[in-house]
């Protein structure tokens, strides 16, 4: 029987007697990775406090009222490189192989989006059929950028404008609310251009989901004698009414510092959940929809990411938004600088160490995420230990 030690919003009358090793503010991937070696690595006594109203942070998910298992904060979908990241996880969960594919909505087309082989003959009625032939092609439309700065010079240098109008600046200019010209370059460099047909969003060596969904993972996780966890439980609620010995944040380090030196802009989204008494509605789990004059970016369809059997489904529609929960910091370099200024005044602050996406304003993936983590234990654990020997 599984049974996490979970408490909140107040804490209990022996949390607050007895002194935590470590109080860890965030139950995403950050803390609760973090939170599951001090407690089973170290022995170390660790408070998890989540101002949500459960584990797992943006992964969450849950089933919704048809009985459909959804993610709350949008699809998340596991993707990694890294064998010792996927061994870590192995320890709390089975996996499903799932490969992500997305097509994009554009001229009346279904297509598949990162842009291929099967897109470009697709859109313009061509017959590409090898690589050559389409970088050839690409090559052609492709309009070369001088100093590539921005999200439009990556794309306009690699495919040209006609292209980077039709899938990159509509979308671009609502997930973001900037134009691809006010954006650093990294942002469309996460999507590449294939002179090939593969269609599969990522190109990751492991691509799999938890097999029971993220929430259980994270409760396998947090499930140790060691760990407590208040939920519905704000750092400030509590950072005076328990005693613990170092802090690890992976909440907003602006709003650690009170925002003293300023917002660190994130862009935000609403997520609209739909349950539907279909058995399917679209092809692939995403569909994106770049045109500027739909006001949602994409629309995800999650029982393509879990396999669940079941007589409806549940899509989510995503509108990006200036307001609302921080999810995607913005990637201009005055934020940079910014956030340079938190980190400065984080490494003269003794006995807190930020952690996690919000902890050091950066977007990350889950497995980066869990990289972090582990690698801020391995320092933990060698000031604890000494170096590991060779
Ligand atoms: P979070 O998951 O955000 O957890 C931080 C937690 O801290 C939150 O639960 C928050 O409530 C809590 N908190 C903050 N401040 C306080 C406070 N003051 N007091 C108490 N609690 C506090 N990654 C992938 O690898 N694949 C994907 O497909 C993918 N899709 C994504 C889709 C969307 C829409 C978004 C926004 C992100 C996606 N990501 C994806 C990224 C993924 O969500 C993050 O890598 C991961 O959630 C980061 O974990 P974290 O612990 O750093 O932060």
């Not at 996927?86 to 989006?113: K, M």
């Not at 017959?127 to 439009?152: K, M």
């Not at 899938?167 to 650093?184: A, E, H, I, M, V």
């Not at 802090?247 to 300023?262: A, N, V």
């Amino acid at each position: 029987m599984h049974s996490l030690n979970v408490t909140g919003p107040s804490p209990s009358q022996s949390d607050q007697q007895q002194a935590f090793d470590y109080l860890i503010v965030g139950a995403g991937f950050a803390g609760s990775v973090l939170a599951e070696r001090l407690a089973a690595g170290l022995n170390k006594r660790v408070l998890v406090i989540d101002r949500r109203s459960h584990i797992g942070g943006n992964a969450y998910d849950h089933y919704d009222e048809a009985g459909v298992l959804i993610h709350r904060y949008g699809p998340h979908i596991f993707h990694t490189n890294a064998q010792r990241i996927v061994d870590y996880l192995s320890r709390f969960t089975q996996w499903r192989p799932y490969e992500h594919r997305v097509l994009a909505v554009v001229d009346g087309q279904q297509v598949p989006i990162p842009i291929n082989r099967t897109t470009l003959n697709a859109l313009y009625g061509l017959d590409l059929q090898s690589d050559e032939e389409a970088e050839r092609y690409l090559a052609s439309r492709a309009e070369p950028v001088e100093t590539i700065r921005t999200s439009e010079d990556v794309v306009v240098n690699q495919i040209g404008r006609e292209l980077y109008e039709k899938f990159f600046r509509g979308y671009t200019r609502k997930q973001w609310g900037l134009d691809p010209s006010q954006l650093d370059k990294m942002v469309t460099s996460r999507v590449p251009t294939r002179t090939n047909t593969d269609d599969r969003y990522f190109t990751d060596t492991f691509q799999q989901m938890p097999l029971e969904g993220y929430t259980r993972m994270f409760e396998r996780m947090l499930d140790h004698p060691n760990i407590s966890i208040m939920l519905n439980t704000d750092y400030r609620q509590v950072r005076d009414q328990v005693a613990y010995k170092h802090l690890i944040y992976c909440g907003p380090i602006d709003e650690y510092f009170d925002h003293c030196f300023g917002k660190l802009p994130y862009r935000s989204l609403k997520f609209e959940h739909q349950s539907l008494e279909q058995e399917q509605f679209q092809s692939v789990a995403t569909v994106n929809y770049p045109d500027e004059t739909v006001p949602y970016t994409r629309i995800s369809e999650y029982k393509h990411l879990t396999g669940q059997q079941h007589a409806s489904t549940s899509i989510t529609y995503e509108y990006p938004s200036a307001e609302g929960d921080p999810y995607y910091p913005i990637p201009r370099p005055e934020n940079a600088e910014l956030y340079k200024r938190y980190e400065q005044l984080a490494a003269e602050t003794p006995g807190v160490t930020f952690l996690g996406r919000l902890g050091t304003y950066k977007y990350y993936n889950m497995d980066q995420v869990v990289g972090q983590a582990l690698a801020l234990y391995k320092r933990i654990e060698e000031a604890h230990n000494g170096p590991a020997p060779g």
